[in-house]
């Protein structure tokens, strides 16, 4: 996807707050370009920023599908006070609505998380049952390491929503080829069911897709790559 078919997300941080944009001052995933997409926390104002797909059957889509994307939290002024996210099914184009979302959450080593909140909240470090989050990895990702990450949404014609989480192994498989999905450990499927049990309300079956940065503090920093978005037909 070309730069035109992402638009910023409402109500996000100010550039005087936090700077973002593409740049090759960094080192790519494997296999990647020689351009990635970035965020630098200015100062400590609580925020999020986030991009959304604005392709034609993409702003909103009608059903699931799929996002796939490389993810880093970088060194910067400390381990926590950040999260670095993609999302999937937002309600609305602001990073005050609430979506599914799956990335690296806020913890020292972090984790991979899947949530169903806001984009202004984060990935916050919570065990699986409380602040929205539905799962979390059993294995921690250092600080400066890249994950190719899969997030699959899929809308059930009886109103249930199934979520889906795999990892491909970058060192195995770089970016160039075909990656090998595999399942993730303590992230097994989630059906969001349309009785609103499971995730304690109802699941969200459309929306926007896209990928976001939330932040606390002053110096945090992320980097996002080879962003490849998918809708359910």
């Known amino acids: ?23 090759g001052g960094f080192v790519p995933p494997d296999g990647g370009g020689s351009f990635v997409y970035g965020w630098n926390s200015l100062d400590s104002t609580d925020g999020a920023h986030g991009l959304y797909v604005n392709l034609t059957d993409f702003a909103p889509m009608a059903l699931g599908g799929s996002i796939r994307g490389c993810l880093k939290r970088a060194p910067g002024g400390g381990p926590l006070g950040f999260s670095a996210f993609f999302f999937f099914c937002l309600q609305g184009t602001s990073v005050e609505d609430e979506g599914y979302l799956l990335g690296l959450n806020d913890a020292n ?101 896209g990928f976001a940065f939330q932040t606390s503090e002053v110096t945090r920093r992320a980097q996002v790559d080879h962003v490849d978005v998918r809708r359910q037909t």
Not at 111 to 124: C, D, H, N, V, Y
Not at 135 to 147: N, T
Not at 169 to 186: C, M, R, S
């Open 1 to 23: 996807m070309a730069e035109a078919d992402w638009t910023e997300l409402d109500d996000a941080l100010s550039s005087g707050s936090l700077s973002r944009g593409v740049t």
């Open 109 to 209: 080593p972090c984790r991979i998380e899947l949530r169903k909140g806001s984009i202004a909240f984060g990935l916050p470090d919570v065990a699986p049952g409380g602040s929205g989050v539905l799962r979390r990895s059993s294995g921690s990702v250092a600080i400066d390491d890249w994950v190719h990450l899969r997030l699959d949404v899929i809308s059930e014609e009886n109103g249930d929503v199934r979520l889906q989480v795999f990892q491909n192994d970058l060192d195995a498989h770089p970016l160039g080829g075909a990656p090998t999905w595999e399942a993730i450990d303590g992230m097994a499927e989630f059906v969001d069911d349309a009785l609103g049990v499971n995730s304690g309300s109802s699941p969200f079956t459309s929306g926007y897709a």
